[in-house]
């Protein structure tokens, strides 16, 4: 319901009649376009491979939004080892997958509503059933994106986030 009432904006004084609960990256920071035409370069909507060396995935980061049943979430991208792709892929279409063990990842998709960058946190990326794209699990620091994730937000900090990526981000809404 959270998402029928529109907002505000801040920035520009308009009333958007929408309040968008979730972005996201529609590739990791370090895709180039250039590599698109490259053999040994993939990007779909949830799998890339940077010159047959580099391997991430796409999954959500969920943050609750306090006093609501909603959920405000990032799409984001995560590096994953050779290895963990591999059993990734290999997992992808195939029912139960959701009981893997989370796979250790980087995160690799920088969201520019935070002070300090959100490139290279530590995550974990939990496989979910098939046609769900997996859960992103940030490391417990003190990183503002980390602690939001533990803690919550606040509606009106969803409008904060909503003014900035309408007005000067790049995020997509899912």
Not at 33 to 38: C, G, Q, V
Not at 55 to 68: A, L, R
Not at 147 to 166: F, H, M
């Amino acid at each position: 319901m959270t998402s029928d009432i529109g907002f505000t904006c801040t920035c520009c004084g308009a009333h958007h009649p929408k309040l968008p609960m979730n972005y996201t990256a529609a590739a990791p920071a370090v895709w180039d376009p250039a590599f698109a035409d490259a053999d040994d370069c993939h990007l779909s909507s949830d799998q890339c491979v940077i010159r047959g060396q580099h391997y991430f995935v796409k999954g959500m980061i969920e943050i609750p939004v306090i006093g609501s049943d909603e959920m405000f979430s990032w799409g984001v991208w995560a590096s994953l080892s050779r290895e963990n792709f591999s059993r990734a892929v290999d997992m992808w279409a195939t029912p139960g997958r959701e009981t893997e063990t989370p796979y250790f990842g980087w995160l690799t998709t920088e969201l520019p509503v935070y002070p300090a960058t959100t490139l290279n946190l530590k995550t974990r990326v939990h496989t979910r059933p098939v046609g769900e794209r997996p859960f992103v699990e940030l490391e417990p620091t003190e990183h503002p994106l980390a602690v939001e994730q533990r803690t919550g937000i606040t509606l009106d900090r969803v409008r904060e986030i909503a003014a900035t990526v309408l007005h000067f981000g790049d995020g997509e809404q899912q």
